[in-house]
């Protein structure tokens, strides 16, 4: 057997992508050149490593064994070949994920400090829903990510990171008394602004106040946070949100947060693929975040 790099190549890129067309955008081939590459890589284990759906490939059994150690080699080959270059470039190669809440206004301030503390350049970053993370944390399209620990996916390591807590906020014109402690039932009858419906933000409101209320009255539904801020800036109605986003809003006086007798808080985590190779400079970037989750 002669694995070539070419095909170790063309493999993770076509599991990353889920297509030859993708595949070879990515790899700047023809697409014939990556499907000739990828059936003898094939040829070469006597397994199909794929299932083709329509015009999709998605990795079977055998291929998603296969994956974490050819993921490890292309990082090894990729390390030997930057070897001489400025470290900044490597760490450019990181790629992490984030949920919407860390990714749209706690990552960008965090990375900025590592760049300044650590002197190293900036991963890629890729913000979305944690269904979509996780898909891409399995097949190695990232390598790190920050998401909430309720999410379950046996294929993740989990590293408890930090606490978020959720508050109710409402516009700062907004008649409610807010100098002592509110229950659920003060907020019955009122209007609310909340996340869609599947969305972790949206689960955790029904839980914690929309399942408490007698009278719920939800008059807008966004499926971004910075939305429903601005809505609540702007007197549409209340919002439970994370004390993360909106912390801006409040310090400017867009916004006020809302006294309550209940606290609610949700935990996120630092996760990556249970067998993924973790080279020195995402080892880097972990200690890193886990030093900020230590010290805040």
């Known amino acids: 057997m002669n694995i070539t790099i070419r095909q170790m190549r063309a493999f993770l890129a076509v599991a990353q992508e889920g297509s030859i067309a993708n ?18 890589l ?7 490593l794929f299932h083709r759906v329509s015009n999709r490939l998605i990795l079977n059994s055998e291929g998603k064994r296969l994956l974490p150690y050819i993921d490890e080699l292309i990082q090894r080959i990729n390390q030997i070949e930057n070897f001489f270059s400025d470290d900044s470039d490597n760490y450019r190669k990181l790629k992490i994920g984030a949920t ?32 979509t993370i996780c898909a891409k944390l399995q097949t190695t399209e990232l390598d790190v990510a920050l998401i909430e620990c309720a999410a379950y996916d046996s294929f993740l390591n989990k590293l408890p ?8 906020i409402a516009p700062i014109s907004s008649r409610i008394d ?5 229950s659920v039932a003060d907020l019955d009858r009122k209007s609310w602004v909340v996340r869609e419906m599947g969305s972790g933000s949206r689960e955790l409101f029904e839980t914690a106040i929309g399942s408490r209320l007698k009278h719920k009255r939800i008059v807008l539904e966004v499926n971004a946070t910075e939305a429903i801020i601005s809505a609540v800036m702007h007197g549409t109605g209340l919002a439970f949100v994370s004390r993360i986003a909106a912390e ?9 947060a809302l006294p309550m007798k209940d606290s609610w808080f949700r ?30």
């Open 23 to 40: 595949a070879s955008e990515k790899l700047f081939l023809t697409r014939p050149a990556v499907s000739q590459t990828l059936q003898e």
């Open 42 to 48: 094939e040829r070469q284990f006597d397994k199909k």
């Open 100 to 131: 919407k809440t860390i990714g749209n206004y706690l990552l960008p301030k965090l990375l900025q400090q590592n760049h300044e503390k650590n002197n190293v350049g900036y991963p890629t970053v890729f913000v979305g829903s944690t269904a």
């Open 161 to 168: 990171w930090i606490s978020d807590e959720m508050i109710v």
């Open 178 to 182: 807010g100098e002592e402690p509110l």
């Open 248 to 256: 801006e809003a409040i310090a400017m006086g867009r916004v006020r």
């Open 267 to 296: 935990r996120f985590c630092i996760v990556t693929h249970s067998e993924k190779f973790i080279g020195p400079d995402l080892q880097a970037l972990i200690d890193f975040l886990s030093d900020y989750a230590a010290n805040n």
